[in-house]
């Protein structure tokens, strides 16, 4: 199995401030045959169930703020918030679907400062 | 709109069963792969099994395997989770989800229901 390893475990950041999310899969999440990262980024607010924020490792879902991009290929990935508002307190989670079982990183909050 | 709406969970002794349904609606059903998706208390998220879309088959994660199976009715546009010899482990909120590709079940899961919470205790 593919294990997704998210850093930090929280961060808290001021409001207008940049947080920085990052996850890394124990090997290579891109398929060569169509230069895709098959990684993906939800975020969860208490009480809530998941919600597809980024997939493709960088393509932003229908609807989310262009606050939130996601970067990196192959193992190395990163979920930027560009200035974080209140309502992006949550928990950020990332997701391989390169190979089966999907897995899922362990989490990262993020709070206000 | 697309809509999941799962339904079955509640209490249940170890080694009882349970049938979770996802009504699904919104979207052509039976072209996406589907999936159950459990999140135990104050943890994070674990894939538990998925049924492809256009004619496909079913997998498993290696914890649920041989003892959950997953179905779906393209007829009535649910989904099913048929879980037997529970255990404390399964306690959970279980998440139906829906394949962003209708090319693939390698895919992101774009939507989600609101959740259907199974507690295994005795």
């Known amino acids: 199995d593919i294990v997704m390893t998210q850093s930090p475990d929280s961060l808290a950041v001021p409001l207008d401030e940049r947080a920085t999310i990052n996850c890394r899969s124990s090997?290579?999440?891109?398929?060569?045959?169509?230069?895709?990262?098959?990684l993906s980024w939800y975020q969860q607010k208490p009480g809530q169930p998941p919600k597809l924020l980024i997939y493709?490792?960088?393509t932003r879902e229908s609807g989310v703020p262009d606050r939130f991009s996601g970067s990196g290929s192959g193992t190395d990935f990163t979920l930027t918030i560009s200035s974080l508002q209140a309502e992006d307190v949550a928990v950020y989670y990332c997701?391989?679907?390169?190979?089966?079982?999907?897995?899922f990183g362990g989490g990262t909050k993020v709070e206000i400062k | 709109e697309v809509q999941l709406l799962e339904s079955g969970g509640g209490l249940i002794q170890p080694g009882g069963s349970l049938r979770l349904s996802c009504a699904a609606s919104?979207?052509?059903?039976?072209?996406?792969?589907m999936y159950w998706v459990r999140q135990a208390p104050e943890k994070g998220l674990e894939w538990v099994s998925s049924f492809g879309g256009r004619g496909g088959g079913p997998d498993y994660a290696d914890s649920v395997k041989g003892r959950f199976t997953i179905s779906r009715d393209d007829s009535k546009n649910t989904l099913y989770l048929q879980m037997n010899s529970l255990r404390a482990e399964d306690t959970a909120l279980y998440y139906c989800?829906?394949?962003?590709?209708?090319?693939?079940?390698?895919?992101?899961?774009?939507?989600w229901g609101q959740g259907t919470l199974v507690t295994v205790s005795s």
């Open positions: 989800a829906k394949g962003g590709r209708d090319d693939s079940n390698f895919c992101y899961f774009d939507y």
């Open positions: 997701q391989q679907y390169f190979s089966t079982p999907t897995t």
């Open positions: 090997q290579s999440v891109l398929y060569s045959s169509n230069n895709k990262n098959y």
């Open positions: 493709w490792a960088s």
């Open positions: 919104g979207f052509t059903f039976s072209t996406y792969a």
